[in-house]
Every structure is written in C-alpha cells, then in structure tokens.
C-alpha cells in the first residue's frame, strides 16, 4: 500500500474535517483519545497486516508519525 | 472416558442502567461516542446485590435445568475476581448455601474474562483423574463495583453477570471437548489492574506513600479498576487469533466446521475487528454486549445462552468459547454439545 492511501485511511479513521487532510496535522489539533487510538491500530492491521505496540502512539505528534508507524 | 455439560445458564440482575444515566454522567457527544465504540446499550448492575447471592442463583438455576439435586455434585469450582469475603473463598460459603455434601471439592479460582475455559479444563482434568462424578462450575463477577463512577473508559463497560455449568462424566473418550488452547503473558498485568485492596497495597493511602502514583501517573482512581485500552486491544490482536487456530488445529476442525463462535464480550469494536481477521462470518458471532456489558467470566456463556434462546430445537453444536484479557489471560476451548442443555438467560 501507498503511503498516501494509507494516511487516507488513517484519516478516515480519525474522522477529520478535510482542512487537516495533512501529514503535518497536529495531534494535540484533533480528539485523539482512546477511541481514535483503537481505530488507528486497527486500521494498520488491517491495510498493513501489522500490529503495533501502543505506547508507540504516545509517541507521534502528527499524522504522519501515525503514517509512519504502519510502514 | 471424557465429560459433557450437563446444563448450561446465567443470570443478570435485574436492575439496568442505560445510555440515559451514561449521557446524564459523561454527557451526550461522549456517551454516543462510547456506545459506538464498545457496543453497550444498556447493562444489568448488582447494585447491592453481591458475588455469593448472586453466585447461588446461578448455581440453583444450572442444578434445576440438570434435572439433579445439589447432593448428587461433588465439585465446585467459583471462578471470579469479585470474592464475597478476602477469605474464606466464596467456593466455600457457597457449598454450604447450595446444601453440597462435605465431602464437596470446593476451591475459587481467581481469573476474570478468561476464566471459563480455564474453569472448564479444570473441571474436565479433575473428573478424568477420577477425583470428582460430576462438578458445578460458576463464573462470574460483580465487575461494576470495580469501576470508577468518574471513568469513561470503564464505568460504561463493565456490568454484572454469573454462569453456571454442570460438567459430569460420560463414557465417550471425547465427550463434549474437542479442543482446546490457553495462554499466560503476565508482563501485562499494569494494563487492567487495581491497585489497592490486597496484598501489594492494603489502602489507598499506601499507593500513594510508597510512591506508585509517580510510577504509575496515568492510574487515576487506584482504588478502582484501570483499564488501559489501547494495550488491552494490541494484545488481543496479537494473542486471539493464533489462540483460535490452535484451539482448531487442537480439535482438528476448520474454522467452517464450528457452528458458534461464543467470544468473552469484551467490546464491539474489538470483536468485530478480530473476527475479521480470523475470517469468521458474523452470523456465527453472536453479540449480547449491547444488553449486558462486559461482565468477565461468565460473559461467554451469557452469549451462548442468549443465542440459543429463540432455537428451541435441540441440536448438536459445535461451539468454540474463546476467552481473553486480565491477565494477560487466555484461553478457548471448543465443545460439542446438544444445545438443549443451553438455558436462557434469567434476570434475578
């Protein structure tokens, strides 16, 4: 999968308004809670087949380390 | 020779709470956000209501539905992390209650959602070796008491539930199990836990001298359950689909041949999303949380209970019950059973 396709579906995922359709979308900008977190975890296995450690979530700052964490 | 159930029911108190008391306590946006995510509509609450009462009603409800009288069981198995006293355990108090003969095995066995399968195969073990005829096994957990009333994460979860299981020989080396698999990863114990109330810290107060608030800053309500759901989904992802092909591979079935698929009712999205990933179709996944919540242990067989209420027609079944979570536990195990043995699930 395409970079691209996968922060589309991350994106889709965190259910954001378009004008944050951006990789360098902060994190602290958007409700990134406990629900949001589950559906970027499973969405990464789903589209990637890989399933990551939580508390590397607590680590990203923006889209695009959510991005990153599925590659 | 092998074992089969006798009977197989729960109970649910009567009293509910609903989306209106989680709207009324976290507000709209939050409750409409939680129940799309966990599932849970409304759930059945103890109130003041407790393990053993409860428990007891369970187990009289399976000895009815068996056809048999208390006296004719000389095992009981009380699985839960909700015990009526620090000691003794409730297996005891309960033997009494139900009017068990003494010379009753009666022991607790302190798992929470995996507990079923566990309480099974401990069951199973001790009637093959000969050591028990026939045992009543009870899982279940007043669980909402351990929820913080302030927690978004738990206090719309967990709700109240007891199961209740005859197991008794049978002359069939397989009897009613077919498979089976089960695992332990404890490093994960700090994702679902209290803190306090035991051994490790008495009081309240004692989390806070020792300094385990510092260490674990993210603990809230250390005197009520913590529930880190992100770990809890991550090591579900990671143990429960393997743990299914090799309770499969154990029984040698295809996952096709299994007619129910009963998973611990730990959360709709969850669920969902795991069996996706086994490829396992809906219709054979039954879902009960949108009535009753999480409630532990018994909350696998609340799901076969529920799904066999309105297939009143006896059939043989293959049914996999496949448990997960504080622990970390896990543990499955696959039956064939007549599904008359199944009762519906009664409000006490």
Same mark, same amino acid.
């Given at each position: 999968m395409k970079r691209i396709e996968m922060m589309l579906n991350i994106l889709q995922v965190l259910n954001l308004d378009e004008n944050l359709y951006n990789e360098e979308t902060k994190l602290e900008m958007i409700d990134f809670d406990s629900v949001a977190k589950l559906g970027v975890i499973s969405a990464i296995d789903i589209y990637q087949?890989?399933?990551?450690?939580?508390?590397?979530?607590?680590e990203c700052l923006t889209i695009g380390d959510l991005v990153d964490l599925a590659f | 020779m092998g074992v089969i159930v006798r009977s197989m029911v729960s109970i649910v108190p009567k009293e509910t709470i609903g989306l209106q008391e989680i709207t009324e306590r976290f507000g709209e946006e939050n409750a409409i956000r939680i129940s799309k995510t966990t599932g849970v509509n409304k759930m059945h609450i103890a109130n003041a209501r407790?393990? *053993?009462?409860?428990?007891?009603? @369970?187990?009289?409800?399976?000895i009815q539905k068996?056809?048999?009288?208390?006296?004719?069981?000389?095992?009981?198995?009380?699985?839960?992390?909700?015990?009526?006293?620090?000691?003794?355990?409730?297996?005891?108090?309960?033997?009494? +209650?139900? &009017?068990?003969?003494?010379?009753?095995?009666?022991?607790?066995? %302190?798992?929470?959602?995996?507990?079923?399968?566990?309480?099974?195969?401990?069951?199973?073990? *001790?009637?093959?070796?000969?050591?028990?005829?026939?045992?009543?096994?009870?899982? %279940?957990?007043?669980? $909402?008491?351990? @929820? @913080?009333?302030?927690?978004? $994460?738990?206090?719309p979860l967990f709700a109240d539930g007891f199961g209740a299981v005859i197991i008794e020989e049978c002359s069939n080396?397989?009897?009613?199990?077919?498979?089976?698999?089960? &695992?332990?990863?404890? $490093?994960?114990?700090?994702?679902?836990?209290?803190?306090?109330? *035991?051994?490790?810290?008495?009081?309240?107060?004692?989390?806070?001298?020792? %300094?385990?608030?510092e260490r674990y800053p993210q603990v809230q309500y250390p005197d009520y359950v913590y529930m880190?759901?992100?770990?809890?989904?991550?090591?579900?992802?990671?143990?429960?689909?393997?743990?299914?092909? +090799?309770?499969?591979?154990?029984?040698?079935?295809? +996952?096709?041949?299994?007619?129910?698929?009963c998973f611990h009712q730990a959360n709709g999205f969850l669920i969902n999303h795991i069996r996706n990933k086994i490829g396992i179709p809906k219709e054979k996944v039954p879902m009960c949380m949108d009535r009753y919540g999480n409630t532990s242990s018994s909350s696998a067989i609340l799901a076969a209970c529920d799904y066999f209420r309105d297939k009143p027609e006896a059939k043989k079944c293959k049914i996999a019950f496949v448990a997960f979570g504080v622990g970390y536990s896990w543990s499955t195990v696959i039956m064939d059973m007549d599904s008359s043995v199944i009762g519906e699930i009664q409000e006490v």
């Open positions: 087949n890989k399933i990551i450690e939580a508390e590397l979530l607590e | 407790s393990t *053993l009462e409860l428990a007891y009603e @369970a187990g009289v409800y399976a068996a056809g048999i009288t208390a006296q004719d069981i000389d095992g009981l198995l009380m699985v839960t992390q909700t015990p009526e006293y620090r000691l003794p355990s409730t297996a005891c108090i309960l033997q009494d +209650k139900l &009017g068990m003969g003494k010379s009753t095995f009666a022991l607790d066995i %302190g798992l929470g959602c995996s507990g079923f399968p566990y309480g099974f195969l401990t069951a199973k073990s *001790l009637i093959e070796s000969k050591i028990l005829n026939r045992v009543l096994l009870i899982c %279940g957990d007043v669980t $909402s008491m351990n @929820a @913080a009333p302030e927690d978004q $994460s738990t206090y080396v397989s009897g009613s199990m077919l498979g089976y698999a089960f &695992g332990t990863d404890g $490093s994960g114990w700090k994702n679902l836990v209290i803190h306090t109330g *035991l051994s490790h810290h008495k009081t309240l107060e004692s989390f806070y001298t020792s %300094g385990d608030n880190d759901g992100s770990q809890i989904f991550t090591f579900c992802l990671r143990e429960v689909p393997p743990m299914v092909e +090799k309770a499969l591979e154990n029984a040698k079935l295809s +996952k096709d041949e299994i007619d129910v698929y």
